[in-house]
């Protein structure tokens, strides 16, 4: 028997390899060009958890990409800890601001990470932090130092809004009961001041067209007379703020859930520097919604924003024209008892209400989902936050993320049980953007810590 530290001293070249291979694998769940390749990852988790130690293991079919599940049941009338993380991954696009190809994983130093960072996409988000905890099982299992009952349970359509999941929850709850619900897909404060997400927000998520005339018009002859739908889109999205930056759709503030004083009051002493934040992004100012810090914009207050936005002529050259349509994808952040069916409804209500005649508007919905909290006197959250302070030296600080895992209320719901959220990753680690990278350091530290979260949750449990 050897203790962690050791164990990963000895392995580390290794585990990184292994991750290596992973990341090279391109399963991007919204194209479904890369069918095969979700197939091939999929495989590849199911081995992954063979190794490390699993007793059974199965690739389950679903609607949509296969979900891995894995288990190592030593006891019956010890504790389960379910362990989620997704194989799936964003699109590498725009591929042309990679310093690298997204998936031919480079090992690169930066400033944040001089140990080196694994830069790929997925590489954060989530399989170098799915894969932590599979190389924490490899240790539990092959150091005789598996406190508890395991099940893995990893998915392949988490970005694009985990339909498949919701289908096998709903239908497997039995083989899914367990005791606490372990996630590292978040990220933490910084490598010498680790925290763990307390809250995430909900989602909604709309498309919008505006069609104008039935046909594109020559500008000229037609301009000045008949609403150009892109004008009018822009108008009727500037709308949508006041000038304090408050959303102004009837009642989407109705049910938000106001922080206390001391929520807030406890949020401010978080360490975050706004000159570090906004030099980080190379940003002259901040932005966001009067009354509120930006910490407290970017997690505790729903927020509606612009995705993307067409319509026209965007070819070389210039071309007269006042098209028929213009388009917009609009994302809505959310916050506890706000409920994504009802701010997607109440937003096509006011979408249409502010439509002039001149124009016709649809409002398709797309995925969405609700925001998630925790408390922090519960064992779960005692358990982790005793071994990151064993590990970092430090104890972590709760803190609420802007970020969405839908499928962690509907755990709740259908499994009743509390989700711990141990991220490793950074905010500057990239992901979803080019060049996305986790720190070497994180995810053996992810390695290190994990095993301990099994051995203090079992023993308080
Ligand atoms: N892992 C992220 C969510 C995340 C990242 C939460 C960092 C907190 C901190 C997840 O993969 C993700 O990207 N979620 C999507 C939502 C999903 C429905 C597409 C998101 O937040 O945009
Ligand atoms: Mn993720
Ligand atoms: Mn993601």
């Known amino acids: 028997?050897?203790?962690?530290?050791?164990?990963?001293?000895?392995?580390?070249?290794?585990?990184?390899?292994?991750?290596?291979?992973?990341?090279?694998?391109?399963?991007?769940?919204?194209?479904?060009?890369?069918?095969?390749?979700?197939?091939?990852?999929?495989?590849?988790?199911?081995?992954?958890?063979?190794?490390?130690?699993?007793?059974?293991?199965?690739?389950?079919?679903?609607?949509?990409?296969?979900?891995?599940?894995?288990?190592?049941?030593?006891?019956?009338?010890?504790?389960?800890?379910?362990?989620?993380?997704?194989?799936?991954?964003?699109?590498?696009?725009p591929v042309e601001l990679w310093d690298s190809p997204a998936f031919e994983p480079v090992i690169k130093k930066t400033e944040i990470h001089p140990e080196g960072a694994i830069f790929a996409r997925g590489s954060?988000?989530?399989?170098?932090?799915?894969?932590?905890?599979?190389?924490?099982?490899?240790?539990?299992?092959?150091?005789?130092?598996?406190?508890?009952?395991?099940?893995?349970?990893?998915?392949?359509?988490?970005?694009?809004?985990?339909?498949?999941?919701?289908?096998?929850?709903?239908?497997?709850?039995?083989?899914?009961?367990?005791?606490?619900?372990?996630?590292?897909?978040?990220?933490?404060?910084?490598?010498?001041?680790?925290?763990?997400?307390?809250?995430?927000?909900?989602?909604?998520?709309?498309?919008?067209?505006?069609?104008?005339?039935?046909?594109?018009?020559?500008?000229?002859?037609?301009?000045?007379?008949?609403?150009?739908?892109?004008?009018?889109?822009?108008?009727?999205?500037?709308?949508?703020?006041?000038?304090?930056?408050?959303?102004?759709?009837p009642s989407f503030y109705d049910k938000v859930l106001e922080a206390s004083d001391e929520e807030r009051k406890e949020m401010a002493k978080a360490p975050f520097s706004l000159d570090a934040y906004k030099k980080s992004i190379d940003l002259g100012d901040v932005y966001g919604e009067e009354g509120y810090s930006t910490l407290e914009r970017a997690s505790i207050r729903p927020t509606l924003d612009v995705n993307g936005i067409w319509g026209g002529y965007i070819e070389e050259g210039a071309k007269t024209v006042i098209p028929s349509k213009a388009y917009a994808k609009i994302s809505m952040r959310l916050v506890p008892n706000q409920t994504s069916d009802e701010i997607t409804t109440l937003f096509t209500k006011h979408f249409e209400n502010i439509a002039p005649k001149s124009v016709s508007v649809k409002v398709t919905p797309h995925h969405g989902g609700e925001a998630y909290v925790t408390p922090i006197d519960n064992i779960g959250y005692r358990a982790a936050n005793k071994a990151y302070t064993e590990t970092f030296g430090v104890q972590a600080i709760p803190q609420r993320s802007g970020g969405s895992i839908p499928i962690v209320a509907l755990f709740e719901q259908e499994l009743k049980s509390k989700t711990i959220l141990m991220g490793f990753g950074l905010d500057s680690d990239a992901i979803h953007s080019p060049n996305e990278h986790f720190g070497i350091f994180n995810y053996l530290k992810g390695i290190e810590t994990i095993p301990l979260f099994f051995k203090y949750f079992t023993e308080m449990s």
């Not at 998915?155 to 005791?179: A, M, P, Y």
Request: glycine share 6%; net charge negative; charged share 25%.
């Open 1 to 93: 028997m050897t203790d962690i530290k050791n164990y990963i001293s000895q392995n580390k070249d290794r585990f990184i390899d292994e991750l290596i291979e992973l990341l090279k694998i391109p399963s991007v769940s919204a194209d479904a060009a890369h069918k095969p390749d979700m197939l091939k990852t999929a495989d590849a988790v199911k081995k992954s958890l063979e190794d490390a130690g699993c007793d059974k293991v199965e690739i389950c079919e679903t609607p949509g990409n296969p979900i891995v599940y894995g288990e190592k049941i030593i006891d019956a009338s010890l504790p389960t800890v379910l362990v989620y993380g997704h194989y799936d991954v964003q699109p590498a696009d």
């Open 124 to 249: 954060c988000d989530d399989k170098g932090q799915f894969y932590m905890h599979v190389k924490a099982l490899e240790y539990m299992t092959t150091q005789d130092q598996l406190p508890c009952n395991v099940k893995f349970m990893i998915e392949g359509e988490e970005e694009v809004g985990s339909s498949s999941l919701d289908w096998f929850v709903r239908r497997n709850q039995e083989k899914l009961t367990n005791d606490v619900i372990l996630i590292s897909d978040t990220g933490m404060i910084s490598n010498t001041q680790p925290s763990i997400t307390t809250g995430l927000r909900g989602l909604s998520y709309v498309e919008v067209e505006v069609t104008g005339p039935n046909r594109d018009l020559h500008s000229g002859l037609y301009g000045g007379a008949v609403a150009n739908p892109i004008n009018i889109l822009a108008k009727m999205l500037a709308a949508l703020h006041d000038e304090n930056n408050h959303i102004t759709i």
